[in-house]
């Protein structure tokens, strides 16, 4: 089993759902960096369920406590590390249905990997909760390309809902005003706000779960990062999207709809303006031979109905070794998107603090 990842940037994540605590350690970054605890609380509670009416009832602080790698307000260039408490735990939710596999969740596959041995509490490391420190590292990540780069930015928005969508594709020029996005309901058309918690409000209301599609973007990007063939700049970037759970699609640029294109309409035709190169349309998503072009990098996340729902359902009992049914209890989330803009971003600034070093 393992953890980690990274190349120059290498991050471990450690802790159980219900555990006393989870965390992150970040090791390779550069020494002297100056870290705001209050940039790092920002992050924390747009991905927090706390005063989000939508959100699990599960409310914990997601206070960090930085353990090691930080002295006098910057990093020391030694493994920096994140300590998150658990606090609002409710265990017993789950160990009247232990040996029950519940759809959707990673009870079976883990059950088969680790035989049985896993914790199996709010589904243990395999939890959403693990995002938590996901976001401290990103945060932590986010600052020192603030340090690095200045005018880099990288940010998301929720393309869609349920059955309730956004513009799904936006012109380049658009992407530096989405700076402006609100960070805690990050939409293009303000008014489709409601629209969209109303599709969350009546899955919860029928005991069931919505999916949606949150875009992340990045601005001020060099072009000329990035490797071809196995270490491209997608490949990296999707790596770490795929480790947030509930991700299920990734796609750069015009993604699938590429492929209902003609070449003259796929290709984006360069331009010089200003001294720069530039192109006209985005349909490759900044990025062409796995190598940036110096356009926005663009990417859409496909993330999944949350599969704990409290409806009845179909599944099997591994002690008794039967078939069955399953009405989970506990506390979830009926929309993991509204929560999920952070992660995106958090595990994006990793990647691009990887290339940079």
Request: hydrophobic fraction near 35%; charge should be neutral.
């Amino acid at each position: 089993m393992t953890s980690s990842w990274g190349d120059q940037l290498k991050i471990s994540l450690f802790g159980e759902s219900h555990g006393a605590a989870i965390g992150a350690v970040i090791d390779g970054l550069p020494a002297g960096i100056p870290i705001d605890p209050e940039l790092i609380k920002l992050e924390m509670s747009r991905r927090s369920a706390r005063g989000k009416a939508l959100a699990t009832p599960r409310k914990e602080p997601d206070e960090v406590e930085i353990v090691s790698g930080y002295f006098n307000g910057k990093t020391t260039g030694t493994p920096l590390a994140g300590l998150i408490r658990n606090h609002n735990t409710h265990s017993g939710d789950y160990s009247r249905t232990r040996t029950k596999m519940r759809p959707g969740h990673a009870d079976y596959t883990g059950w088969l990997r680790y035989e049985g041995y896993q914790d199996y509490r709010g589904g243990g490391h395999f939890s959403g909760r693990l995002t938590a420190p996901m976001v401290f590292a990103g945060a932590v990540a986010k600052q020192v390309l603030m340090h690095q780069m200045p005018s880099l930015y990288i940010g998301s928005r929720i393309v869609s809902i349920g059955q309730v969508s956004d513009h799904k594709h936006v012109a380049p020029e658009q992407y530096d005003r989405m700076k402006a996005l609100n960070p805690m309901f990050p939409v293009l058309t303000e008014s489709i706000k409601d629209e969209m918690e109303k599709q969350v409000e009546t899955a919860r209301d029928e005991q069931d779960s919505v999916g949606g599609i949150i875009e992340g973007f990045i601005t001020g990007m060099p072009g000329g990062w990035g490797n071809p063939i196995f270490e491209s700049v997608e490949s990296r970037l999707s790596a770490l999207l795929f480790a947030i759970p509930a991700v299920k699609g990734v796609e750069f640029g015009s993604g699938f709809d590429i492929a209902t294109m003609r070449g003259s309409e796929a290709n984006d035709p360069f331009f010089i303006e200003g001294g720069q190169v530039r192109t006209r349309t985005n349909c490759n998503g900044g990025i062409n031979g796995g190598i940036t072009n110096g356009m926005p990098v663009v990417f859409r996340v496909a993330f999944k109905p949350t599969p704990s729902i409290a409806r009845k359902q179909y599944t099997i009992d591994m002690e008794k070794q039967e078939n069955t049914t399953i009405a989970i209890e506990g506390r979830h989330d009926p929309c993991i998107v509204l929560r999920a803009a952070p992660v995106v971003e958090a595990v994006t600034a990793l990647c691009i603090l990887d290339l940079s070093l």
